[in-house]
T-cell receptor
Framework: EDQVTQSPEALRLQEGESSSLNCSYT??????LFWYRQDPGKGPEFLFT???AGEEKEKERLKATLTKKESFLHITAPKPEDSATYLC????????????FGAGTRLAVHP | DAGVIQSPRHEVTEMGQEVTLRCKPI?????LFWYRQTMMRGLELLIY????????DSGMPEDRFSAKMPNASFSTLKIQPSEPRDSAVYFC????????????????FGPGTRLTVL
């Protein structure tokens, strides 16, 4: 069964304190791995798509990486405005564009 | 582009009442997804439409839930009768790839409808 596990569930950082969020996945064949950011009271906002092991993508203070079993979202020198829930989702091969979401990591960055 | 539009943003109703949630996907997108988000279960896919046709409704919890997509720019999710355990945030998302294209594409989410059933 396709499965996505995110860790930690919650993370508290001081402003400027870099860290990483983990997304472990078990799928029959990965077609794409997605990272979304979700602010309270809003819908998930697309950040990145990764397609194959070794791929990396960056956006401002965020960098996403992918291996055959997991993905990391690295946050460098975070700011309070980076506080949000970060969701990971996978699209397994076979069938339509169905995403399996992890439970998310709640990030709080304090000044 | 205005993005995915959902209405209402908040809905409070009493148990037993009918609830209708509405979604307008991004223009040009031909795939539409309805999700439900709760603290306990996270984001769950309820139903998926491609070219206005329901492809997978295996996530619809029970017969009280129904969804329609009469045209490419409008979809509804209806709950009748509603129950307190239906309280959740319901999201609509759309993407631009055909159903079985063999590749993937980004799903763009609307702002959600927060449903409270008393």
């Amino acid at each position: 069964e396709d499965q996505v596990t995110q860790s930690p569930e919650a993370l508290r950082l001081q402003e400027g304190e870099s860290s990483s969020l983990n997304c472990s996945y078990t799928v029959s064949g990965l077609r794409g791995l997605f990272w979304y950011r979700q602010d309270p009271g809003k819908g998930p906002e697309f950040l990145f798509t990764l397609y194959s092991a070794g791929e990396e993508k960056e956006k401002e203070r965020l960098k996403a990486t992918l291996t055959k079993k997991e993905s990391f979202l690295h946050i460098t020198a975070p700011k309070p405005e980076d506080s949000a829930t970060y969701l990971c989702a996978v699209h397994a091969s076979g069938g339509y564009n169905k995403l399996i979401f992890g439970a998310g990591t709640r990030l709080a960055v304090h000044p | 582009d205005a993005g995915v539009i959902q209405s209402p943003r908040h809905e409070v109703t009493e148990m037993g009442q009918e609830v209708t949630l509405r979604c307008k996907p991004i223009s040009g997108h031909n795939s539409l997804f309805w999700y439900r988000q709760t603290m306990m279960r996270g984001l769950e896919l309820l139903i998926y439409f491609n070219n206005n046709v329901p492809i997978d409704d295996s996530g619809m919890p029970e017969d009280r839930f129904s969804a329609k997509m009469p045209n490419a720019s409008f979809s509804t999710l209806k709950i009748q009768p509603s129950e307190p355990r239906d309280s959740a945030v319901y999201f609509c998302a759309s993407s631009s790839l055909p159903a079985l294209s063999g590749s993937t594409d980004t799903q763009y989410f609307g702002p959600g409808t927060r449903l409270t059933v008393l």
